[in-house]
């Protein structure tokens, strides 16, 4: 099982992983398990997870503090578990830059849905196109995005975006100087509704820009803030 996909799973209670374990081995998912957020943080920073489920509420180090930490080395998918009414927690959640989260008490046949959704989203950066013709690739001065390759380059060096960051620039650069309200970038790049979470949204656009910043002035200014409305991506001509 050489190539099988590998989850850590985190929480605090032993049920939770045994059933959560239990559903996503049927799908010949290897699974590693952690119970506290050091453990955690730990184990995905010296393996490389293609996904981590991920436990809000630990005793110790939090789900929010280990998703920040990692963050700041690695781009791992991660999905958050949060506990019903803790709409503060997600939204802190997709700040520091989970990709997805399931509210307890959940269907595990939605966290399989939605794993897979995830991990599909994920693994095109491992299947890079060897037919030029057909690639899927937008050039803009100072960013290219190779959609075959899930890469992201500004000024020739490269970006390193979680999923969801880099599915809402290429969802605005395939449209450019077309404005999107938050509601319809909700919608298209998150696939479902997060009833009154738009900050979500501004959250991502922020860290996009950041980290865009970090490489190119010139890449992170094409994404653009209309005021009132929602985003846009505007090609700079510098």
Partial sequence: MENAVKILVVDDEERIRRLLRMYLERENYVIEEAENGDKALSKALENDYDLILLDIMMPGKDGIEVCRELREKKTTPIIMLTAKGEEINRVQGFEVGTDDYIVKPFSPREVVLRVKALLRRSSAASFISTDKASKDVIVFPHLTIDHDAHRVTADEKEVSLTPKEYELLYFLAKTPDKVFDREQLLKEVWHYEFFGD???VDTHVKRL?????????????MIVTVWGVGYKFEVSND
Avoid at 209 to 221: C, G, V
């Fill in 198 to 200: 738009l900050r979500t």
């Fill in 209 to 221: 820009r950041e980290k865009l910043n970090r490489i190119s002035e010139n890449a992170a200014k």
